[in-house]
């Protein structure tokens, strides 16, 4: 859907990848082994934000965190539109990583999984984690 | 604290208008609503605009044309539910005495900002990576499928019972034919398990009430609840889909004020942006135990000749979504049904009505905010 955003000021924040002006990534990143965010030192809650100005859940102090790239999915779906760069199909997921929180990632092939099926964080694209279904 | 009225609604049609400047749309409703309030211009004392995606500044446009010089004025912004949170302030201004007359307008127009779907938020995590708003509900959808075994048919039950509905509502955007529930799963997929047809259009539009205190006047709608609530964290904690715990915390607050059951409602308008926000909708409401939500559409339960008659008007999947409009097109509609003025879409039962309008879109909340209102007539 690339043509959304040329031509045309939009009012939603569009992005460099829809003609906008680039802005800062809010993704969750993938360093070598780990997905990274933070964990609160006191109720130890694991989240995929970075910068937090407490733990959202006790207001207990955060610290950097690195979290298993391994985990459940929580459910899946293949997308059939355009979205931004994204030519269709492409699937998508919410992965409960074992140690950690749930992250977006993007399948990499589209398909719709059993809920529970067990995804690795396998690399990124462009940004995007991407979980590949763990070999058993 | 007053007693809080819904005095007049007014709405302006929906579609796709993008020759039509965004202040007209909002001066249909206004007009309409004022009119039917039975008030003077001059009589309203505020005015609360929600709105998503109108230029800055877009309440002052409109109020040029209004003449209401002066009056404190704002606009409120919280995705689908910026209507109904609008609202919610000026019945909560009501009841505490600081306004006696609020104008409260809704308005969008979509189709001079997208050509297509809503671009996702690019500042937030799910937006970056390509997740549109269909595609969240999709996810909703595959795990609430995955959990309680809901069929293809029962979420496609949904597009065909407010499709019909819709046919007898001249302001829908869509209102051509009633699909047959296959004609639902063949439409060209958009996100699995939603279908085309199982997708809200976007649109222009504009809603617009008047709410007062007891005037004395017997077509004056008693305001018996209204709660909103903003979004809480939904993450891997969490035991419900994402959306469900947002509604069912406004809907708590509702059902407590006006002292009611989910059974005591008449008729209902609920945020149908997708097949699958209304079956949560109406189990988090308690209109269907868990699990359950899929069951009443194709029971006749939702039907418009059912007991629980839920979005009358076609609701959004007819009426399309121009997202600040929304809450204050569903209250229109209510406002309808509840006086028995709404012709051929009119349902048997209409003392008690329901408006619930949920907005989300923000990654990691199980919503942006949620409104719930329960309005009854004076008898
Ligand atoms: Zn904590």
Known sequence: MSELGVGRPTKRRAGSAVGGLPVADSRPVLDGDAVLGSRCTVCRYPTAQQHLPWCPVCYGATEPARFARTGKTWSSTVVAIPVGTRRPPFGLAYVDLDDGPRVLAHLDEPAVLALGTRLEITGTDDGDLVATTEVQ | MNQAMLWGVGTSSYGRFPDQRVESLAWTAVAEAVQDAGIRPDEIDAII????????????????????????????????????????????????????????????????????????????????????????????????????????????????????????????????????????????????????????????????????????????????????????????????????ASVARAAEKAFDQAGRTPQEIDVLEVHDAFTIGEIITLEALGIAPRGKGAELAPSGHTTRDGAQPVNPSGGLLSRGHPLGATGMAQLAEIAWQLRGQAGPRQVARHRVGLVETMGGGAAGMDGNACVVTILSTQS
């Open chain 2, 49 to 244: 605009v929600g709105s998503v995606f109108g230029p800055p500044g877009v309440a002052t446009r409109i109020q040029r044309g209004l003449g209401i010089p002066s009056v404190p004025m704002w606009t409120v912004e919280n995705a689908c539910a910026s209507g109904t949170a609008a609202y919610h302030e000026a019945v909560e201004a009501v009841r505490h005495g600081r306004f006696k007359c609020v104008l409260v307008l809704g308005v969008d127009q979509m189709s001079t900002l997208f050509s297509g779907a809503i671009v996702p938020e690019a500042t937030d995590p799910e937006g970056a990576a390509s997740l549109p708003l269909p595609g969240l509900y999709a996810l909703q959808a595959q795990r609430y499928v995955g959990e309680f075994g809901v069929t293809p048919e029962q979420l496609a039950a949904i597009a065909v019972k407010n499709k019909t509905n819709g046919m007898d509502n001249p302001r829908a955007q869509l209102r051509d034919t009633v699909p047959t529930v296959q004609e639902v799963l063949d439409s060209r997929m958009i996100a699995e398990p939603l279908t085309f047809l199982q997708c809200c259009p976007t649109s222009d539009g504009a809603g617009a009430a008047i709410v007062g205190g007891d005037r004395g006047d017997r077509s004056d709608l008693r305001i018996e609840a209204s709660a909103m609530v903003s979004g809480a964290l939904w993450d891997q904690r969490s035991e419900d889909v994402w959306g469900f």
